[in-house]
């Protein structure tokens, strides 16, 4: 395939663009960044996408469509392939459209449905897409070829190169009739499936029916079993429940007397309760009587305590007068003191400030006079920039010129015919229908010279012979005349008269610029954060008003910080005048010591005074307290010696603790008999009674629910015909296990046939492996050296690179050399396979990583690959200078 125009339109961020390209040789396509180089092959792609037909929305699709605009993307290229030049188009998501036209060898114009149909059924049969997705190198790969072992024309090449005629017309085909058998019966990992899985299942499942028959046939026979010993187990259920039913009775009158002996016990308990109840009600309130005596005495005992207390704290609040004025006296004092100092301190920070000012009023000066200094200086170094500038790159393209045309005249020269002329008596006159005059050949001499242009012989009054190049010749000077006339039109427009004066004018224009690039750089570290502004305006040739009106500003508030000569003159520098602030500081802090220590001796003889204040109001709200206490406690203990007296209380508590011993004597009978009679034993034996009966009940209930179903399964089972079913079971595992056998014998014969050829084949691979890995280091050594080496693996994958005697994997080297020896891989390939049915070689921004000595034979082995092997190769950069090692490249220019 090559390809040899690509169009876009409303693609992503691309309008439109049109891409011309040669078909063999090496192709860069440059531009800047997002001009759309990654777009033209991705819309390529897009273009050559069976499953995306013009009517498609698919997410792939709309990534085509620009952002923001509601247009339909448009992808059109010219190729060839299979030996037919297509023109192949399509329009997706607005109006969307699809044409093909066939310009040779026979044309056709198809569009819609049937222009996919046409260029699928190409693609199909003559694009080998393994080939097409190796051959390419994206921004994001590492350089790693991908496995090429299943491409047919790269495997037909290398079957030529290998001489193993290892590779049979139309193998390939076959192999894939026998896997596609092959898939019929097994997964790709070995498995079972389709018809030969069913055949399997059918007959695993027939087995489990054969099993299932006869598993339920054995079950009807159990079942009768079961119902025979079902109805012997109900007969023993029924006795053993009378039995049961007699010793519940029993059980149930001994509990009657027993409760009778519970309830007298509980009458006796509740006799106890009422006595020591009444007995404890006496006894507290005798322990009250008691309590308000006690009281009463605890009561007066504390008011006396409370009142002397109080004389105490009185005579101590008027002992503390004299010392709290003394201490007022003391923090008015250091407030004087420390106002002083303060108004001290805040002159010496006003000095400082004054002096940073006058300070930074020099520096702003020494900086406008540096900045209107360089200012100067730019302006200069503009002046000496020449009014026409030349780049390097038409240095650059001036030398490709010289030296392509000396290279075409030296070529001309040699493969044109010489003439070689002698005059005899000096009347032969030489020239040209192109110059017009002629000149006469002395006698004697000789005109050798190659027939490079027309040559017009004359022998006045004898002859004119005309000499003219052969048509060859005539192509190579008009081309070689094309080449020079660019060389002087691109020499006319820089105003140079040779290439060497051009290179003197670029030096003189890159040394003027470089002189003025220094000097913005200056500028640019002399008003380092300050505004944008001020530095544009310093860039444009005038010292930045900015930077004059803050130097004015900064005199003016020097000027008004000033102060005429008080009680101390003015420090003669900021370090002075810092160290006079710095004492003033430390005399007020000092001071604000001292004053806090003469407020905080004040603070705590004004916190003893109101201590003693307060004890004094808590013993004033006590004592009043204490004298209602005491004479409500006494009037409580005389209203209940009124109500009942000392003596009497004593005489009702002893009656009541007689009555009490009586009750529990009572008691104590009751709970002896109850224990005599075992209460508790004889509950056991009631509740165990219940227990059995119920559960004599719940078997015999059981037993004949059991024998209900057993007969009824022995009914449904002798109604059912188990022993017709196992027959039928049988019969029907018998017919699955000759249909597995059938399809067994076939699947195991599929098995093997593809095994065989696969075995084949990878032994072909292996031996396609030597072909590649020698191309591949044919070209490695003119990059690397001689004692380059590859390792490739049976699916030419490469593993290993061997230089110098060291082996290294290729997952384990840089960057840069993965990429490298992953275009030399392509390249090999490429050089390998048929041109007619190769693909082109595509590599996008590669080569970034690479050191210069290396780009540049990197560069040649691209030009020389090319050249030799009519190999398409395409480039695509934004950095224009790094291919321009590779002989002979075409360039493609994308503006912005």
Request: proline share 4%; aromatic share 2%; hydrophobic share 40%.
């Amino acid at each position: 395939m090559r390809v040899h125009r690509i169009t876009v339109r409303d693609v992503k961020g691309v309008r439109e663009r049109t891409v011309e390209l040669p078909e063999t040789g090496v192709v860069v396509v440059e531009g800047p960044n997002e001009v759309g180089k990654s777009t033209l092959l991705e819309a390529f792609d897009k273009l050559l996408d069976p499953r995306l037909k013009s009517t498609s929305s698919s997410k792939e699709v709309r990534r085509l469509q620009p952002v923001g605009r509601d247009v339909g993307p448009y992808v059109e290229a010219e190729l060839t392939i299979g030996g037919h030049r297509v023109r192949y188009a399509k329009r997706w998501l607005r109006q969307p459209t699809t044409t093909l036209e066939v310009l040779s060898p026979v044309p056709e114009q198809l569009s819609g449905e049937a222009a996919h149909a046409r260029m699928e059924q190409l693609l199909r049969d003559c694009l080998d897409r393994t080939l097409w997705d190796a051959l390419r190198l994206a921004q994001s790969d590492d350089g790693r070829v991908a496995p090429l072992a299943d491409s047919a024309v790269l495997s037909a090449a290398l079957d030529a190169a290998s001489g193993s005629e290892l590779h049979a017309e139309g193998g390939d085909q076959v192999l894939d009739l026998v896997e596609r058998e092959y898939l019929t019966y097994f997964t790709r990992t070995g498995r079972p499936t389709s018809d030969y899985r069913r055949a399997m299942t059918d007959h695993t499942e027939a087995q489990d029916a054969v099993g299932e028959a006869h598993r339920r046939l054995e079950e009807a026979e159990r079942l009768l079993d079961r119902r025979e010993a079902a109805r012997v187990e109900l007969e023993a259920a029924e006795e053993r429940l009378e039995q049961v039913r007699a010793e519940h009775a029993a059980a149930l009158e001994a509990q009657a007397r027993a409760d009778a002996l519970l309830e007298a016990h509980a009458t006796a308990r509740a006799v106890l309760g009422q006595a020591r109840e009444r007995s404890r009600a006496i006894a507290h309130d005798r322990s009250q009587r008691a309590e308000q005596a006690a009281q009463l005495g605890r009561l007066a005992a504390e008011l006396h305590q409370t009142e002397e207390r109080r004389a105490d704290d009185a005579a101590a609040l008027e002992r503390l007068g004299p010392a709290l004025a003394e201490a007022e006296a003391a923090v008015a004092r250091a407030d004087e003191e420390l106002e002083r100092a303060e108004a001290v301190a805040d002159l010496a920070r006003a000095d400082v400030d004054h002096l940073r000012q006058l300070e930074e009023v020099r520096g702003l000066e020494t900086l406008v006079e540096r900045v209107r200094d360089v200012v100067d200086r730019l302006a200069a170094a503009r002046a000496s920039v020449p009014a026409r500038a030349v780049g390097p790159r038409e240095v650059r393209r001036a030398r490709e010129l010289h030296q392509r045309a000396e290279v075409l005249a030296a070529r001309h020269e040699a493969a044109s015919a010489r003439v070689r002329v002698e005059s005899l008596d000096g009347s032969v006159e030489v020239g040209s229908e192109a110059t017009g005059t002629p000149t006469v050949l002395p006698a004697g001499e000789v005109l050798d010279r190659a027939l490079t242009d027309e040559l017009v012989l004359t022998v006045p009054g004898a002859v004119r012979v005309v000499l003219e190049p052969e048509a060859g010749g005539r192509e190579r000077r008009e081309e070689l005349a094309a080449v020079r006339a660019e060389l002087e039109e691109l020499l006319a427009e820089a105003g140079a008269r040779s290439v060497d004066e051009l290179a003197a004018a670029a030096d003189a224009t890159a040394a003027a610029e470089g002189a003025v690039r220094d000097l913005a750089r200056d500028l640019e570290t002399l008003l380092a954060g300050r505004p944008a502004t001020v530095l544009r305006q310093a860039l444009a040739g005038a010292v930045p008003d900015a930077l004059v009106a803050e130097l004015a500003e900064v005199r003016e508030l020097a000027a008004a910080g000033d102060r005429p000569d008080r009680d101390h003159p003015l420090p003669d520098d900021v370090a002075t005048a810092r160290a006079v602030a710095r004492a003033a500081a430390a005399e007020v802090q000092v001071l604000r010591e001292t004053r806090r220590a003469a407020v905080e001796a004040h603070r705590e003889r004004l916190r003893g005074v109101a201590t003693l204040r307060a004890r004094l109001d808590r013993a004033d709200g006590s004592l009043e307290s204490l004298r209602r206490q005491e004479q409500q406690a006494r009037a409580d203990l005389d209203r209940a010696r009124e109500t009942m007296p000392d003596e009497a209380l004593d005489e009702e508590l002893q009656r009541r603790s007689a009555v009490l011993a009586e009750a529990e004597l009572a008691e104590a009978r009751a709970r002896r008999a109850l224990a005599e009679a075992d209460v508790q034993a004889v509950a056991d034996r009631l509740a165990s009674a219940a227990r059995r009966l119920e559960e004599a009940e719940r078997a015999c209930q059981a037993a004949g629910v059991t024998l209900h179903t057993l007969s009824g399964q022995v009914e449904m089972a002798q109604s059912e015909g188990r022993r017709e079913l196992y027959d039928q079971a049988v019969a029907a595992l018998d017919e699955c296990e000759r249909r597995l056998a059938s399809v067994d014998r076939r699947a195991r014969a599929a098995r093997h046939l593809w095994r065989t050829l696969t075995e084949h084949r990878d032994r072909a691979h292996a031996t396609y492996a030597r072909p590649f890995t020698r191309a591949l280091e044919e070209l490695g050594r003119r990059v690397y050296g001689p004692t380059f080496g590859v390792t490739v693996d049976d699916q030419l994958v490469v593993r290993a690179r061997t230089l110098d005697g060291r082996t290294v994997p290729f997952e384990e080297l840089s960057g840069g050399a993965k990429e490298q020896l992953g275009i030399l891989a392509r390249l090999a390939v490429a050089r390998l396979v048929d041109p007619d049915q190769g693909v082109p070689v595509v590599l996008d921004d590669a080569l970034g990583y690479t050191d210069p000595d290396r780009l540049r034979q990197m560069g040649e082995v691209l030009g020389a690959s090319a050249a030799g092997a009519e190999v398409q190769v395409i480039l695509l950069t934004c950095t224009p200078d790094r291919y321009a090692a590779v002989p002979q490249a075409s360039t493609v220019r994308l503006p912005a």
